[in-house]
Structure formats: structure tokens, C-alpha cells
């Protein structure tokens, strides 16, 4: 679990791609390599070179499919009938693999830093981590006693004001009950951080769950009560007091999600800003004095709020009100269960999987190893990546991935400038703030160093604890310190790629930076149909109907004429309605609304990085490689990028919160719209993805 708390708008090469860390400098001492010779040994013959696989690969295709009917196929069609689901995944595509390349990496350095503890900090802290976290047996006789102290305080609790103190403290500890807390930069003020509070309070991935009464819905929701029933079992509850609590847990989440905004609303930025006195939010919160409870969270001298949904926090304050202290109580131990359940002994685990294999549908729980990296990779994250770093990521690609983007921004400016909808003075706007974009490539310029943070190699939950409770620390430390636009949402393993409004930044994890994204040896039409594409993608984020509202400095405020944002809203317009027009499993459809700005992302990007190749040597020749034309390459790379088998469950999940599109409609959505695609495989009208030439849309 990431522990950094800011708003990214990712690029999903999914599970989470687009859900959501030295210039290259060493380590003091690097990590041993691998003895490839020892003396007196016999040295084998040297084996031929192994033909490397080519970028386009006819062997993954579906030639019988026609391009302009179903591109996604004709370029991937026999690669997903050949490559299924494994049963520890609840999806396999090109970014699955990737993952899996990340996660063995990140293995093999955590497995050698549990053999070189003594080499330093860096070592100990991440291998005696990895160590506790991969010791079933000492996990397992500890059963839930990491918790016990913290169920023994929720015991202790008496009034109102306790629940709301013990809440407070749990925060303080890592905790997240009830309402979300954390610090970040006032979108309004980007100079300061503000403390900013969420809607939250509920355990389903989306509120729709509780609300919707169809049959997923209800499927997962007997899942959900048959989860809190066991696992109050699991801590000594009869089974008729553990069935009381399940419904009573059941009536105060339902009741919150029926006080949270949809996912669409939490998209509108504005409607979303409310800041607020602290005395002016109590006031409205009439059972909750703020003034009184923020210093018990760690939070003082802040005389100002941002409330993300007003109207949550006064449900919510009712709700407390309406709930008698016993049932708070039991709220309470809820969240320290369902916490900590993943990472307690096998009973808690495997009640864990088995409510996540009715959300998700995967059949086996994720390998142990594979687990702790992950949980490893959130916690210490750039201690972890300095290692990864230090290993796996070539210098030399930074450089490239800079001039990339040079290429890109150029291609950007000329798109804005050819904007026969926009007027002169947002152009102006529009080129300043493209050019101010600040370019994090593979890792941070200054790596965090985790102070204070004790690591056991005997002691796995107490370590996840400590990381936790640094966490909270260092994101509450952020007041009253200028803005760190060093700072990345990301950490360097992770295979993804943002963009951050507020920051006015694009980051691209060193992670990222591979096949089928990014190969120094590919010609320029697989790394512009890949990376540049993505590296598109993230700079028209900047322009989307999100990041369009936020300036050169990041700071939300509006930039553009009248006029102007009619035209833009008449185009986004359109690209919503095409995308709602896509039927994903039996009654689902893509949500033409919610997806907006990553379908906007994915136009703008893949036009940007078609026309900056087309200034290549390659882009202006016609040699054909592998059988495909320059143009031809680049638009079956787009289309590698996005293959991917998933699992119905998990995508009905990702219908509801997922702000991207299915991967087959990523590709064939944005392709629909690019001329130069029509002309490259000869698409014609009665074909099924062709658009008349006045039809296709274009915004960027």
C-alpha cells in the first residue's frame, strides 16, 4: 500500500496503469554481482546468440480479423487467446508482465538485502522487513496479538468524546477511521499546504455497492457480511453477537455511502474545493468540535480547512450522534480488523482472500513473496527503489526519455497553435503552461530517508506499524514548510506514469521505462506508438476537462474565455458520448463521464506522438520492417501496449471506480478519430470502427 498521499491522474497500464523512490548516482556500496567464472573452472563453449523476439510479432496477431473492425484484435487476438489469466491474477496483459518483471527484481534485492543486513541501513531496514514479512511460522503463532492492545483501548472507550479521541489517536497510528485526514497543496494557494478532509468511512470499493440492488451488488454484499461476520468469529465473538455486528456495520457503512458523492462528482474540482474556518466547519458539525479534536491528531495552529464533501461530514456528525457509544465501539474494532486482517496469521488472510475472490474473481491468493514486495515497495519505497535503481535502470535512458519529450512538447505546441477553436490570449495560456511542465524521469532527485523508523526482522506487523506511523508523521510535517515540488507520487519499480495538476508535473517511474513501452534498440515507430504516446497522454492531462481548470503554476482558477471553454466542452462532449456508446459485460457500458479525461488523455497523446514521429527519419520513409510500414508499426505498438485478459469480476469492479476505460476500447476508441490510421491499413466505410471524416473527433 503507497503510503504517499497526492492527487495523481494516472496514465492506467493497469491493475491499478493508467489503481496507484542520484542525476545517477551509486550507493556507497553496491550490490554484489553474481560470479560468472571461479578459477580452475572449465569454461563452456559460448552458445549462439538468441534471436531477439521482433517488436511486432505476427505471431500474436489475428490476421483473419479485418484492422478496421477490431484493431485491438487484428493486433492482439492470438496473444490473448495463448496467454490466460494465471490463477494468483485477476488480470494479464503487456503491463501484468511488466509488474512481473518489477516484482522479480524487487525480489532479488530483497532477498540479498536479507543477506548483507550488516552492509548498512539501507540493507538492514529492507531486508530485516522482508525477512519478518516472509516468516510464516512467527506470523502465524502470533494469531491477531498485534492488535489486541488496540482492541483493549477501543474497550476503554465510555463517551462520544472518547470514540472521537480514540479515532484521533488511531489516525495518528496510521489508522484511517471514519473521516480521511492528511496534508497536501492548497489548489488554490499552491505556494502552502492545507489540511484536506475526505469522504470515507466505508469498506466496499464504491458506494454504488450498497446502493444498487442488482445482482452483483447484491452478491457482494452478502460476500461483505459473511466476511465481518467471520471475522469477528476469528477474535472470540459468539456467532450470534458476530452476525449483529455484520448487520450493524452493514447499516452505518450503507448510511455513509448514502452521503458520499458519486466518482463523477469527485471529478469536479470546484465542487469538490470548500475551504473552511475551523470554527466554521464545528459549527457545522455540531457534535464534533475540530478546534479540540485536530491537536489530538497531531494538527496545530491551522485555523483553516479543505472539505472535499461538506455534506458528508454532517451526515456523518448526525450519524454519531444517532449511534450509541457500544456501536461506535464496535465500528471501531471493525476498522482495526479489517486493517489488519491481511497481514495477521492464515485465518485472518485466507477470510481476506476469500471475500476479495467474490469482488475480484481471482482463484488463488498473490504468492507470499509477492505480497511483501509490494507492501515493501509502499512503506519504504525509496529505500527499495535506490537499490532498484542502482540495478536496473540505464542512465542513458533518462537522456533519451528527456529528448522524447522535448520532441513531444514540440508536437503539443504545434497542435495548439493549429486550434481553429481557440482564441489567441488561451493559446498564449495554454503554450505557457505546456512549457512549464516540470519532468520527473525514473527517480527522485533526493531520496526519503525514513528517520526514526526501527526495523525487527522478529517483528513484521510492528514494522508495517512504524512505517505507518512515519507516514502519518512526515505528511503532517509538511506544515508550515514551503511546497517540496521535489516530492513523487510514484516510487521507481512502479510500472505506471502520472500527471499532478497541482504540481504541473509528468513523472515516468524508472519502472515504466521498458518493452513494450520504451527499448533503446526499437525503431522510433514502437517507441513513439509506446512511450511517447503514454508521455502524450500525461501532458494532455494537463488539458483535460480536469487539468484544463488548473494554470502553468497549478493553482485551480480559470484561464480560459468563455468562448473557448464552450468549444472545448462541445469536443469533450462528443469523446464522452462515443465512449458511453461501449458495452463491456451484458448490461455494463463504459461511463463515457467518468473515463473523460483519461479518453481525452489517450486522443490527444496518441495524435501528439503520431505526428512528432512523423519528423522522425523513419516517420518520413517508407521501409518496411517485419512486413509493416513505419506508420503501420507505430499504430500496432499503441495497440500492444493495451492488451490484456481480465476477469469479469474484476471488470465489473472497474467499470464502477475505474476512471479508464476497458483496454480494448482504449485502443480502438482514440484510433477511430486519427486519420493517418485510416490511411495506414486502408479502413473503409461499412467496416465497423469507421468514422466518417466529419465524425471523428479531435480536441487536442
Request: contains cysteine.
Amino acid at each position: 500500500m503507497n503510503k504517499q498521499l497526492t492527487f495523481l491522474t494516472s496514465v492506467m497500464l493497469m491493475s491499478c496503469l493508467m489503481a496507484a523512490t542520484p542525476p545517477p548516482g551509486k550507493l556507497a556500496k553496491p550490490l554484489p554481482q553474481p560470479s560468472v567464472s571461479q578459477p580452475n573452472a572449465i569454461r563452456p563453449d559460448p552458445k549462439p546468440p538468441v534471436p531477439k523476439t521482433p517488436f511486432i510479432n505476427r505471431q500474436n496477431m489475428n490476421l483473419a480479423v479485418k484492422p478496421g473492425d477490431d484493431f485491438y484484435q487484428y493486433a492482439n487476438g492470438e496473444w490473448l487467446k495463448k496467454n490466460l489469466i494465471p490463477a494468483s491474477k485477476t488480470s494479464w496483459g503487456s503491463l501484468n508482465v511488466l509488474r512481473e518483471k518489477s516484482l522479480d527484481a524487487m525480489k532479488s534485492l530483497l532477498e540479498e538485502a536479507t543477506q548483507n543486513t550488516k552492509k548498512g541501513r539501507l540493507y538492514q531496514m529492507v531486508g530485516d522487513f522482508y525477512a519478518s514479512g516472509m516468516d510464516s511460522i512467527a506470523i502465524e503463532q502470533k494469531g491477531f496479538d498485534p492488535i489486541k492492545a488496540d482492541l483493549a483501548r477501543v474497550e476503554q472507550v465510555h463517551s462520544k468524546a472518547d470514540v472521537l479521541n480514540e479515532i484521533a489517536y488511531q489516525r495518528t497510528q496510521g489508522n484511517s477511521m471514519l473521516f480521511p485526514f492528511f496534508v497536501d497543496q492548497d489548489s488554490r494557494n499552491v505556494t502552502k499546504y492545507i489540511g484536506q478532509f475526505v469522504q470515507g468511512g466505508t469498506t466496499l470499493p464504491d458506494r454504488d455497492y450498497y446502493l444498487k440492488n442488482d445482482p452483483r451488488s447484491q452478491k457482494v454484499r452478502e460476500a461483505y457480511r459473511d466476511y465481518l461476520t467471520k471475522l469477528f468469529g476469528l477474535i472470540g465473538e459468539q456467532p450470534s453477537k458476530a452476525s449483529q455486528n455484520a448487520d450493524l456495520i452493514m447499516r452505518l457503512e450503507t448510511a455513509l455511502a448514502n452521503a458520499q458523492m458519486a466518482r463523477v462528482e469527485l471529478r469536479d474540482p470546484i465542487k469538490t474545493y470548500n475551504k473552511l474556518t475551523v470554527a466554521d466547519f464545528s459549527k457545522q458539525t455540531p457534535g464534533i468540535n475540530w478546534s479540540d479534536l485536530m491537536p489530538k491528531m497531531g494538527i496545530h495552529g491551522q485555523d483553516t480547512v479543505l472539505v472535499q464533501n461538506p455534506a458528508f461530514y454532517r451526515s456523518m456528525d448526525s450519524l454519531l450522534t444517532a449511534t450509541s457509544v457500544e456501536d461506535m465501539k464496535t465500528y471501531m474494532r471493525w476498522n482495526l480488523l479489517k486493517n489488519a486482517a491481511p497481514y495477521l496469521s492464515n485465518s485472518f488472510v485466507n477470510q481476506n482472500f476469500a471475500f476479495n475472490k467474490v469482488l475480484s474473481g481471482q482463484k488463488e491468493l498473490t504468492p507470499r513473496w509477492q505480497r511483501m514486495s509490494m507492501l515493501i515497495d509502499g512503506s519504504l519505497g525509496d529505500l527499495l527503489g535506490q537499490l532498484y535503481v542502482q540495478q536496473y535502470f540505464k542512465p542513458q535512458a533518462k537522456q533519451r526519455i528527456l529528448v522524447l519529450i522535448d520532441n513531444l512538447e514540440a508536437s503539443f505546441k504545434e497542435h495548439i497553435n493549429a486550434l481553429d477553436w481557440m482564441s489567441i490570449d488561451t493559446k498564449k495560456r495554454a503554450l505557457t503552461k505546456l512549457t512549464s511542465f516540470k519532468r520527473k524521469i525514473g527517480y527522485p532527485d533526493k531520496w526519503k530517508n525514513y528517520d526514526g523508523v526501527t526495523i525487527r526482522r522478529d517483528d513484521f506487523y510492528g514494522n508495517m506499524k512504524a512505517a505507518d506511523k512515519w507516514w502519518y508523521k512526515d505528511n503532517f510535517n509538511r506544515f508550515g514548510k514551503a511546497v517540496d515540488r521535489t516530492e513523487w507520487g510514484m516510487t521507481p519499480p512502479t510500472v505506471n506514469a502520472y500527471y499532478n495538476p497541482v504540481k504541473n508535473e509528468i513523472a515516468f517511474p524508472a519502472a515504466i521505462l521498458q518493452f513494450p513501452f520504451f527499448d533503446a534498440e526499437a525503431d522510433d515507430a514502437i517507441n513513439y506508438g509506446g512511450i511517447c504516446a503514454v508521455i502524450g497522454h500525461e501532458m494532455t492531462h494537463g488539458f483535460d476537462d480536469q487539468g484544463r481548470q488548473y494554470d502553468a503554476d497549478g493553482t485551480l482558477r480559470d484561464w480560459w474565455t468563455t468562448d473557448d471553454a464552450t468549444n472545448f466542452k462541445q469536443r469533450a462532449d462528443k469523446v464522452k458520448e462515443q465512449f458511453f456508446g461501449f458495452k463491456v459485460l451484458d448490461s455494463l457500458k463504459v461511463n463515457g463521464q467518468l473515463t473523460l479525461g483519461e479518453n481525452l488523455a489517450d486522443l490527444g497523446g496518441l495524435a501528439i506522438a503520431y505526428d512528432a514521429f512523423k519528423k522522425t527519419k523513419q516517420g518520413q520513409g517508407k521501409t518496411e520492417i517485419d512486413g509493416f510500414t513505419p506508420d503501420q508499426r507505430f499504430f500496432l505498438s499503441w495497440a500492444q501496449v493495451w492488451r490484456r485478459n481480465i476477469l469479469p469480476e474484476t471488470q465489473a469492479q472497474q467499470i464502477l471506480v475505474d476512471p479508464h476505460a476497458p483496454t480494448q476500447y482504449r485502443c480502438n476508441g482514440p484510433l477511430s478519430n486519427i486519420d493517418a490510421w485510416y490511411k495506414a491499413f486502408n479502413v473503409q466505410p461499412g467496416q465497423t470502427m469507421y468514422k466518417a471524416p466529419d465524425q471523428r473527433i479531435k480536441v487536442w
